[in-house]
């Protein structure tokens, strides 16, 4: 392929929000009287938050009202908001920094992709917003990954074909968009999980952007 952008989603690549959000669902699951896993977390991962509160009470086999449901999401989000409101420069995940700064130097275009409608605050707390050359998150959106909005919005900011766009995902859904808007994509996490995936690496410290194309175009 001939690279000319990248598209990054954001909790759990650029940052470990992954955590946070895992952690806030959970503690809103025991609020709610049942028991919410790690492995529970996976299918929350790249999916809006509505979406993720109507898997959240399909695990925990409750019902709730429109109202409830629009109540029990502000609850989530407040909780969560007390995590990101603390992160610092030094929340960037390792490596992070370097490769998005190499591929800046090689002209190559940066985008975000990501549904979360926290991602510009967390961005700026972290002081990585001026990287990207395109911000798409869940504010610009109707509809969330796996669907191929956020990245086919991606590539029209950055005026790229999909097909010279490159993803990098940490969640199935996130790989499955990718792939939906003809893009190829770099899973960042374990095989077990991202086998969808083009590549998958476990995170960026040391990581060529050179290496990864050339294992792309193997
Ligand atoms: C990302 C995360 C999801 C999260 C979604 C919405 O895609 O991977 O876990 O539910 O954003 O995030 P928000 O910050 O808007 O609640
Ligand atoms: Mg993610």
């Not at 049942?34 to 898997?55: H, P, Q």
């Not at 399909?58 to 429109?66: A, D, M, Q, T, V």
């Not at 090689?106 to 700026?124: K, Y």
């Not at 590539?155 to 990098?168: G, I, K």
Request: charged share 25%; net charge negative; hydrophobic share 45%.
């Amino acid at each position: 392929m001939i690279l000319k952008a990248c598209l990054f989603d954001l909790d759990g690549v650029l940052v470990d929000t992954a955590r946070f959000h895992y952690l806030a669902w959970h503690s809103l699951a025991n609020s709610l009287g049942f028991k919410f896993t790690e492995s529970d977390n996976e299918r929350l991962k790249g999916v809006s938050r509505m979406d993720s509160l109507e898997i959240l009470l399909e695990i925990g086999n409750i019902k709730l009202s429109e109202k409830d449901k629009l109540k029990y999401a502000q609850e989530k989000n407040q909780l969560y908001l007390q995590y990101i409101r603390k992160m610092t420069r030094e929340d960037v995940l390792p490596g992070v920094r370097e490769f998005l700064s190499t591929l800046r130097h090689s002209g190559i275009l940066l985008g975000l992709g990501s549904v979360s409608r926290n991602a510009l605050e967390i961005l700026n707390r972290t002081d990585i917003t001026a990287f990207f050359d395109a911000i798409v998150d869940g504010t610009m959106i109707t509809h969330a990954k796996p669907d191929p909005e956020v990245f086919l919005t991606g590539a029209r900011l950055l005026n790229t074909d999909p097909e010279s766009c490159l993803v990098f995902e940490d969640a199935v859904a996130g790989v499955r968009a990718a792939h939906h808007a003809g893009m190829k994509c770099v899973g960042i996490g374990s095989p077990e999980i991202l086998a969808e995936a083009d590549l998958i690496v476990p995170g960026f410290q040391g990581l060529s952007w050179k290496s990864v194309i050339s294992n792309l175009n193997e």
